[in-house]
T-cell receptor
Framework: SQKIEQNSEALNIQEGKTATLTCNYT??????LQWYRQDPGRGPVFLLL?????KEKRKERLKVTFDTTLKQSLFHITASQPADSATYLC???????????FGSGTRLSIRP | KAGVTQTPRYLIKTRGQQVTLSCSPI?????VSWYQQTPGQGLQFLFE???????NKGNFPGRFSGRQFSNSRSEMNVSTLELGDSALYLC?????????????FGPGTRLTVL
């Protein structure tokens, strides 16, 4: 069956450290994968998109990797800050159904 | 550009009633998708409309329906509400071909069914 899974429901780390979130998928062949941030009571906000032929993408303190062999994407936030605390969602294109599928999200908490 | 707007932001209904939610996409975006978000199931795709036509549909019962108007505004309707329909309903607009279907989400409508 098709699945998209994010590593854990919650991740707590110390301010200044690098947060690493994992997204694994099964039985999809996405052309690209996206990462979104969602704050409580608000809609998700797009952060980064990485295509299948890209190994790594960066945006300021954010870095995303995409390994189509492992069927995995890693999302890194370096020099993390309490303001980075939010739920992070990965999403991929289900090309067979022409729609975007979201993971269940990882709730990240950065403690001062 | 103004973002995606959704009305109302909060709604309380009772079982058996019906509800209509509204979404105005970002200007120029012709695709509107609807999602249901609950703590247990996460973000689940309901359907997508493009140029007034339903292009994709998720695995939801027929009580969930939608439509899109010529100005790309979209409405979602849920009939015969059940307790399990309590959720955050999110609308997202996109412009296929520009940004590879990046979804721009509205703030959501929080529906509570009593």
């Amino acid at each position: 069956s098709q699945k998209i899974e994010q590593n854990s429901e919650a991740l707590n780390i110390q301010e200044g450290k690098t947060a690493t979130l994992t997204c694994n998928y099964t039985n999809y062949s996405p052309a690209y994968l996206q990462w979104y941030r969602q704050d409580p009571g608000r809609g998700p906000v797009f952060l980064l998109l990485i295509r299948e032929n890209e190994k790594e993408k960066r945006k300021e303190r954010l870095k995303v990797t995409f390994d189509t062999t492992l069927k995995q994407s890693l999302f890194h936030i370096t020099a993390s800050q309490p303001a980075d605390s939010a739920t992070y969602l990965c999403a991929l294109e289900d090309s067979s159904a022409s729609k975007i599928i979201f993971g269940s999200g990882t709730r990240l908490s950065i403690r001062p | 550009k103004a973002g995606v707007t959704q009305t109302p932001r909060y709604l309380i209904k009772t079982r058996g009633q019906q509800v209509t939610l509204s979404c105005s996409p970002i200007s120029g975006h012709r695709s509107v998708s609807w999602y249901q978000q609950t703590p247990g199931q996460g973000l689940q795709f309901l359907f997508e409309y493009f140029s007034e036509t339903q292009r994709n549909k998720g695995n939801f019962p027929g009580r969930f329906s939608g439509r899109q108007f010529s100005n790309s505004r979209s409405e979602m309707n849920v009939s015969t509400l059940e307790l399990g329909d309590s959720a955050l309903y999110l609308c997202a607009s996109s412009s296929p071909g520009l940004g590879l279907d990046t979804q721009y989400f509205g703030p959501g409508t929080r529906l509570t069914v009593l």
